[in-house]
């Protein structure tokens, strides 16, 4: 399957943006998906996951209650709405996708297709 991740772009501190990810195959109904992001010298990490069904999600504490993952399964597009951005959320965020009716998985190593990055920059 491929990943298309964007909406990412310069906003200012406080402001709001919403990142895409559309998949190619219908099997994305299927998928658990995820996003993450990596600061630069940073290492990957994690941020927002959402499962096959939408009915459990998961995310980093250092976005909750500002970030919303959601899904739409007719047009194969996963989102991650954020608000009340900072400097620190500035970053490049892939989406990744977990088969196999997968789960809210907070892990790498549970994603087995990853879309490019959409850099993300937050301005002080």
């Known amino acids: 399957v491929q990943l298309q991740a964007s909406g990412g772009g310069l906003v200012q501190a406080g402001g709001s943006l919403r990142l895409s990810c559309a998949a190619s195959?219908?099997?994305?109904?299927?998928?658990?998906m995820g996003w993450f992001r990596q600061a630069p010298g940073k290492e990957r990490e994690f941020v927002a996951a959402i499962s096959w069904t939408g009915s459990h999600t998961a995310y980093a504490d250092s976005v909750k209650s500002r970030f919303t993952i959601s899904r739409d399964i007719v047009k194969n597009t996963v989102y991650l709405q954020m608000i009340s951005l900072k400097p620190e959320d500035t970053a490049v965020y892939c989406c990744?996708?977990?088969?196999?009716?997968?789960?809210?998985?907070?892990?790498?190593?549970?994603?087995?297709?990853w879309g490019q990055g959409t850099l993300v920059t937050v301005s002080s």
């Open positions: 195959e219908r099997t994305f109904s299927t998928y658990g």
């Open positions: 990744a996708a977990k088969p196999d009716y997968g789960g809210a998985s907070r892990y790498t190593k549970d994603y087995a297709f």
